[in-house]
């Protein structure tokens, strides 16, 4: 079993970052071309606590070495399952995913969280930990080097996670400065 953890400070408000979370995987994103669709499969709302519960299959292309497909056979496509909860009383996003692809040799459960900064006004602590378990039987060297293998390759797309959702969540912020700017001068070509 290894694991993984990370903190990070984005300087976008807990409102910019919670309302982009939902255009992660958007075109503004350049890092995430392996993602090819994200669906809902449910929402609802907890009407006393306003928490918003999402449940998504999110469908990636992913590379794996040859011998791998040889033995096991598949191909490049790997199904993710999340389930995320929105608390706007508490300021809190919370996601949980567990990959289904080869769920039954190796698993990666991952836990994201987005709060608001303790040390900067305006700012939001994410935050990011792993578990990956090699569930193949044999020997624990085969095992480890697995889970060697994968962490390595969940730090370098956690990496790239971070610097595309920057990448979405500053385009953002210009678009919707830009709306704002059009519709405040529409509103004054109007009074005039």
Partial sequence: MRFFASKYEFAYSWEEVSTNNWRKYCAYNDKASHVIAVDTLSRS???????????????CRQSMPQWVKR???GDDTSYVYEVSYVDPQAKRVT??????TWSELLQVQE?????????????????????????????QKIKNSIEE???????QN?????????RVLEISRQ?????????RQQREGVAA
Avoid at 45 to 59: G, K, N, V
Avoid at 95 to 100: A, E, G, H, R
Avoid at 175 to 183: K, N, P, W, Y
Wanted: aromatic share 8%; proline share 3%; with cysteine.
């Fill in 111 to 139: 836990k994201v969280q987005y709060t608001p900064s303790a040390d900067a006004e305006g700012h939001t602590t994410f935050e990011q930990s792993a578990k990956i378990i090699a569930l193949c039987g044999g020997w």
């Fill in 175 to 183: 678009v919707f400065a830009q709306q704002r700017e059009e519709a």
């Fill in 71 to 73: 033995i096991m056979g």
């Fill in 158 to 166: 956690a990496a790239k996670g971070r610097e595309g959702f920057e």
């Fill in 95 to 100: 996601m949980c995913s567990q990959n289904m």
């Fill in 149 to 155: 293998i994968s962490l390595e390759r969940f730090r």
């Fill in 45 to 59: 709302l907890d009407a006393p606590t306003h928490i918003l519960r999402t449940e998504r299959l999110i469908t």
